[in-house]
């Protein structure tokens, strides 16, 4: 009751003078910004050191470039949960004027029906032949570096779980999806190894996918689909067509990520850290969420420029034990690697 008494004369005796309620409302609002500016010390610290500060490089290089091969796995327990139906080369130059917008990530996509020799299989599961080995992220690095002629520096192997996460935590993506297309055979999650009641067909496996030309605003499932997608009707439904589109979504979710709000959200930033941390295999050191934001700031206004690799250097023989396999077209790898380096050539500063 006396606590109460005391609050009652406190209030009245602010109210009863405007001016020292106008000093205690500055004196607040001051605690509250020196806390804000503590609490967002270590961001401030990390975009200084980038931008003002911080003149080495931690990241391994080649002639002043780092080559990061990304690789995407359905994940779960069906059979071939570690296949990777997405790999891409980001190629990146570790020579930066701070002051200059940076100079284009190379994108080069792998098609995932090459089929080599030395494995005996596709080149979609050197990552899963590798954890079988004891060398998860050392075979498709090597395999890799043999058809491009690129040093590979590191690797990062994603499931799509966490690429639909991040994607809805961005609220979603802008595409314009350069072609219509039909896929009738799109895969039903969790119905892999369904024997649908007896149906020979099959068909409660799959559901139909239908993409409309023009600008799309994806959520993340949506996305999946649209870069998993494989057995679309005409040429979206080979392995060159769905290598651009996961080029279009990776440059869609770069520019949601650096747009304003997104920038400016910790929260998010934090989420989608901790989202890749838990959800990647990769030998590059996520240890520290500082070492992300310096890549991040550093890379922020770079432009994405894609190399796809497509029937002018692979042809497709006759199905055989093999199954659909793609192979050079010259026997080896040289129009493959020829083709990498002039074009990056062109695109490099």
Known sequence: MRFSKILKNLKRKLLSRPRLVRVFLIFFLLFAFCFLLYSLFPLIKTVKQVVFDDKTNTLKETNSRTNILLMGIGGGTHEGADLTDTMIVASITTKLDRLAIAPPIILISIPRDIYLDSLQDKINAAYSLGKEQGIRLVLPKQIVGEITSLPIHYAAV????????????????????????????????????DWCNGDFTLTCRYQTLHFDAGPQHLNGARALQFVRSRKAQGNEGTDFARSRRQQLVLAAIREKIFSLPNLLNVTVGWQIYQDLKSHIDTDFDFSSPNELLKLALKYRQAQFVNIVLDENQFYNPPEDYRGWILLPIEGNWNEVRQFIATKSAQLQP
């Open 158 to 193: 994603f499931d799509f779980a966490v690429f639909e996460k991040i994607i809805d935590r961005l609220g979603g993506i802008d595409i314009n999806v350069p072609v219509a297309f039909d896929d009738p055979e799109y895969p039903v999650a969790g119905k892999e190894n």
